[in-house]
């Protein structure tokens, strides 16, 4: 790497950490701007008691305090707290519990919707105006239109409960293909589309009518040009796709009752566990940062041409 490879990366790495700061930062006074507490709600609280649990979780103390004190745990032992409702368990190992699962529900959705998504657009590319590409488009235009919620109820009624192919319970690995193929419909079409009209435009290029000029293969031009340079604006969207996915989708996880990160995030919303709402919103924003990051850098890998600045 040349230096200003490195200082570009540098950059952006001061960029992400001043990032999830940020986020940390405007959660936590978010959280305890929000009215009410994370004790009201229990039965047979009285104000001493509460004060009790106030005073046992640190929410007595100032919150700057409280400030400082979380920034540092996480800083220096990427410690979130215990958790206000799960008594006795910590938050961040609540959140790796729920990782297990959405980890792997949302790779193997992530690899589907990219690998389908990246073949059905060259194939739309390729037979242009064909009768493939306008059933290619009309199926990924009602796949992009139709939200995940409504995708994984018709899935659920369809396979789980009329024909009774697989069960409609996420807890088994049966039990994840319907979740999978919910996560990955949405994405796919719109790699589909994105891949469709980046090698749409990189196939109109000069280089490219060079390359047939002089006799180049057609396989090689699809393969070894176009298909690599048609990449980036997939890139650019496959990576915070892939944190959003892998950190697990609400509705879906809802639906499917699948044990993972986004369905402990509804229920902390619901119990108000602001160490569980605050440790979530900071992993899922983490991932992001991180998948922009990189895919800032496999830029140079994809297109030798651009140049870090």
Same mark, same amino acid.
């Given at each position: 790497?040349?230096?200003?490879?490195?200082?570009?990366?540098?950059?952006?790495?001061?960029?992400?950490?001043?990032?999830?700061?940020?986020?940390?930062?405007?959660?936590?006074?978010?959280?305890?701007?929000?009215?009410?507490?994370?004790?009201?709600?229990?039965?047979?609280?009285?104000?001493?008691?509460?004060?009790?649990?106030?005073?046992?979780?640190?929410?007595?103390?100032?919150?700057?305090?409280?400030?400082?004190?979380?920034?540092?745990?996480?800083?220096?032992?990427?410690?979130?707290?215990?958790?206000?409702?799960?008594?006795?368990?910590?938050?961040?190992?609540?959140?790796?519990?729920?990782?297990?699962? !959405?980890?792997?529900? %949302?790779?193997?959705?992530? #690899? &589907?919707? +990219? *690998?389908?998504?990246?073949? =059905?657009? $060259?194939?739309?590319?390729?037979?242009?105006?064909?009768?493939?590409?306008?059933?290619?488009?009309?199926?990924?235009?009602?796949?992009?239109?139709?939200? !995940?919620?409504?995708? %994984?109820?018709?899935?659920? #009624? &369809?396979? +789980? *409960?009329?024909?009774?192919? =697989?069960? $409609?319970?996420?807890?088994?690995?049966?039990?994840?293909?319907?979740?999978?193929?919910?996560?990955?419909?949405?994405?796919?079409?719109?790699?589909?589309?994105?891949?469709?009209?980046?090698?749409?435009?990189?196939?109109?290029?000069?280089?490219?009518?060079?390359?047939?000029?002089?006799?180049?293969?057609?396989?090689?031009?699809?393969?070894?040009?176009?298909?690599?340079?048609?990449?980036?604006?997939?890139?650019?969207?496959?990576?915070?796709?892939?944190?959003?996915?892998?950190?697990?989708?609400?509705?879906?996880?809802?639906?499917?009752?699948?044990?993972?990160?986004?369905?402990?995030?509804?229920?902390?919303?619901?119990?108000?566990?602001?160490?569980?709402?605050?440790?979530?919103?900071?992993?899922?924003?983490?991932?992001?940062?991180?998948?922009?990051?990189?895919?800032?850098?496999?830029?140079?890998?994809?297109?030798?041409?651009?140049?870090?600045?």
């Amino acid at each position: 790497m040349n230096t200003k490879t490195l200082l570009y990366i540098g950059k952006r790495v001061l960029l992400a950490i001043f990032t999830v700061w940020v986020v940390i930062t405007v959660t936590f006074f978010v959280m305890h701007a929000v009215p009410g507490g994370p004790f009201v709600g229990e039965k047979a609280t009285t104000p001493a008691v509460q004060a009790a649990m106030e005073a046992k979780y640190g929410l007595d103390k100032p919150i700057m305090e409280q400030y400082g004190t979380y920034l540092k745990d996480i800083v220096t032992k990427f410690d979130f707290g215990p958790s206000l409702k799960q008594r006795g368990r910590q938050v961040i190992d609540i959140i790796f519990d729920g990782m297990k699962t !959405s980890l792997k529900l %949302g790779l193997i959705a992530a #690899a &589907l919707s +990219a *690998i389908f998504g990246i073949v =059905l657009g $060259a194939i739309a590319a390729l037979r242009r105006n064909k009768l493939v590409d306008r059933i290619i488009m009309v199926i990924t235009t009602a796949f992009v239109s139709m939200p !995940s919620f409504i995708m %994984g109820s018709l899935l659920l #009624a &369809l396979f +789980a *409960i009329k024909l009774r192919a =697989l069960p $409609a319970n996420g807890s088994t690995p049966e039990g994840l293909i319907l979740p999978i193929i919910t996560l990955a419909l949405y994405p796919m079409a719109y790699i589909t589309r994105l891949t469709r009209s980046s090698m749409l435009d990189v196939l109109g290029q000069d280089y490219i009518r060079t390359a047939r000029a002089k006799g180049v293969s057609g396989p090689r031009i699809i393969f070894g040009h176009a298909m690599k340079n048609s990449l980036i604006p997939v890139l650019t969207y496959f990576g915070p796709m892939l944190a959003y996915i892998v950190t697990g989708s609400l509705v879906v996880e809802q639906i499917f009752a699948v044990p993972g990160i986004g369905r402990l995030f509804v229920s902390s919303i619901t119990n108000r566990d602001y160490p569980m709402i605050m440790g979530t919103t900071i992993i899922l924003a983490a991932l992001i940062v991180i998948m922009n990051l990189v895919t800032d850098i496999l830029y140079k890998v994809v297109d030798p041409r651009i140049t870090f600045e």
